[in-house]
């Protein structure tokens, strides 16, 4: 009885786990808001942003099956834009400095 628990307890986890998947995107010179939408599409993360940070910026990227924290950082590297993953909520903010690279994301107590 534990061992059918255990089995359909890791099955949930797993189905769980595929809902938010690995991100296959291609964009060049493309304005954030169509970047984001595209990653939406294929997963379950929403983004939360101010509109008016991602004004003047263009996104070019390409990657396959990579995860939501890899995209992002490929998506914003160089710029001043910060993100935090909290659920399937992603959140985007500016900074007040730019930044060169970006080596992780921001922790969800950084909101």
Same mark, same amino acid.
């Given at each position: 009885?534990?061992?059918? !628990?255990?089995? /359909? +307890?890791?099955? /949930?986890?797993?189905?769980?786990? #595929?809902?938010?998947?690995?991100?296959?995107?291609?964009?060049?010179?493309? $304005? $954030?808001? %169509?970047? /984001?939408?595209?990653?939406?599409?294929?997963?379950?993360?929403? +983004?939360?942003? #101010? $509109?008016?940070? /991602?004004?003047?910026?263009?996104? !070019?990227? #390409?990657?396959?099956?990579?995860? *939501?924290?890899? !995209?992002?950082?490929?998506? +914003?590297?160089? &710029?001043?834009?910060? +993100?935090? *993953? *909290?659920?399937?909520?992603?959140?985007?903010?500016? &900074?007040?400095? %730019?930044? %060169?690279?970006?080596?992780?994301?921001?922790? $969800?107590?950084?909101?």
């Amino acid at each position: 009885m534990k061992w059918r !628990t255990l089995v /359909l +307890f890791l099955a /949930l986890l797993q189905i769980s786990a #595929d809902g938010y998947g690995q991100i296959t995107l291609k964009e060049k010179n493309s $304005p $954030p808001e %169509k970047v /984001l939408a595209a990653i939406e599409k294929q997963t379950k993360y929403v +983004f939360l942003y #101010d $509109p008016d940070a /991602l004004r003047n910026i263009t996104i !070019t990227i #390409d990657v396959r099956n990579v995860t *939501i924290q890899e !995209t992002m950082k490929k998506c +914003f590297k160089g &710029t001043s834009i910060e +993100f935090s *993953i *909290i659920g399937n909520n992603v959140m985007l903010k500016k &900074t007040s400095e %730019k930044r %060169k690279s970006y080596d992780h994301a921001r922790s $969800p107590t950084a909101f």
